[in-house]
């Protein structure tokens, strides 16, 4: 034999178990990603037409043998949304089927392909689209009447007291949820320069600029009037945005929430919230709900507004690689199963009127 030939025959078996752990690892890391992103329910794609609306959802149906389910009706926050959120609605939505719960969700107005502009949208007209969505699940067979509720998030706050108003829900979990548009604008604000670690000078001009868009939507100013008044920099807000903003910069859900008197209520809330302002939030749940005796706080020190674990949340990478390898580790610790368990303490036929 070659002498030549042992060394490179050597290097070639190195090469072909090198090639071979590489496609083992890249196999495994697949086959965790699957495993983790598989939740044990039946999604469906519905489309809901109720009222004059069209909808096209995503029904989750617990995989559990049962022919009757509570459903969770999900409510979005702000932003073109989809009806899983990109998938983060999920995680939610398996611990809802543990505890015997359906979820429906939708596109948006405008977003996925789903007819309409979310943005010319009031909260009343949310409101009216969600009602719709319930009257059309409580037609459905699988669907035990007595047990609907709602989920929201965030700009929902302004929503789900509406809903209620409108339609018997069970009960409802409120995420985030915002009470008064303006203050929780200055908040958001104040709270965003704090982070930055903004100077006197520019926490002063933005403070001013944003003093200067209150004045322009309580005389209802066009958005080109908006754009001269700040100088022609219209700062990524287009006409859209600016009506969206016009019609819904009012919103106070203060006197809504009576609609929620006596309904159980969970409220959560986050300890690195920049975009509402938790102690009022609580103050005003608490002043409007407590004398019904239904109201249960949850507060998660770790978690910002999307009840994300700030540690996760801080970095795109974090996030990227939690959402493949373990997406139900993005929630702060705790939340998940306080909603399971939230679900599970409700007992049947817990019901309330308009």
């Known amino acids: 034999m070659c002498p030549k030939t042992q060394p490179r025959r050597r290097g ?36 809901i037409r109720r009222g004059g609306h069209t909808l096209n959802g995503v029904l989750a149906i617990p995989d559990d043998g049962r022919k009757h389910h509570g459903l969770v009706v999900y409510v979005h926050g702000d932003g073109p949304v989809d009806a899983t959120h990109d998938d983060g609605y999920q995680p939610m939505w398996e611990a809802n089927a543990r505890a015997g719960y359906a979820s429906l969700s939708w596109d948006k107005p405008g977003v996925a392909g789903a007819p309409g502009d979310w943005l010319d949208q009031s909260m009343d007209d949310r409101a009216d689209e969600a009602a719709a969505a319930i009257a059309w699940a409580r037609a459905r067979p699988d669907i035990d009447d007595d047990r609907i509720g709602l989920w929201g998030a965030s700009q929902a706050g302004w929503v789900l007291p ?48 944003s003093d200067t868009t209150r004045h322009l939507l309580r005389r209802q100013a066009t958005f080109e009037e908006y754009v001269k008044a700040m100088g022609g920099d219209a700062d990524g807000m287009t006409a859209g945005r600016w009506g969206f903003i016009s019609r819904n910069y009012t919103a106070d859900a203060t006197q809504d929430l009576r609609a929620l008197r006596g309904v159980p209520v969970l409220l959560t809330l986050a300890g690195h919230d920049v975009n509402v302002d938790t102690a009022d939030t609580e103050r005003t749940y608490h002043r409007v709900l407590d004398a019904g005796g239904a109201l249960t706080v949850r507060r998660y020190p770790d978690a910002t507004h999307s009840l994300l674990k700030q540690s996760i949340e801080q970095s795109y990478l974090a996030i990227t690689l939690t959402a493949l390898l373990s997406p139900r580790s993005l929630f702060a610790d705790g939340f998940l199963e306080d909603q399971r368990q939230f679900l599970d303490n409700l007992g049947p036929g817990s019901h309330a009127t308009p």
Not at 24 to 38: D, F, K, M, R, Y
Not at 180 to 189: E, I, V
């Open 162 to 209: 509406k809903i209620a108003a409108k339609t018997p829900v069970s009960f409802v979990i409120a995420v985030s949820p915002a009470v008064n548009w303006l203050r929780q604008g200055r908040h958001n604000l104040l709270a965003e320069l704090r982070a930055d670690g903004a100077s006197a000078a520019r926490a002063a001009a933005e403070v001013a600029k």
């Open 12 to 47: 070639l078996r190195i090469a072909v178990w090198s090639l071979v752990t590489v496609l083992v690892v890249a196999v495994g890391l697949a086959g965790v990603v699957l495993w983790q992103n598989s939740y044990d329910m039946d999604e469906q794609r519905v489309t």
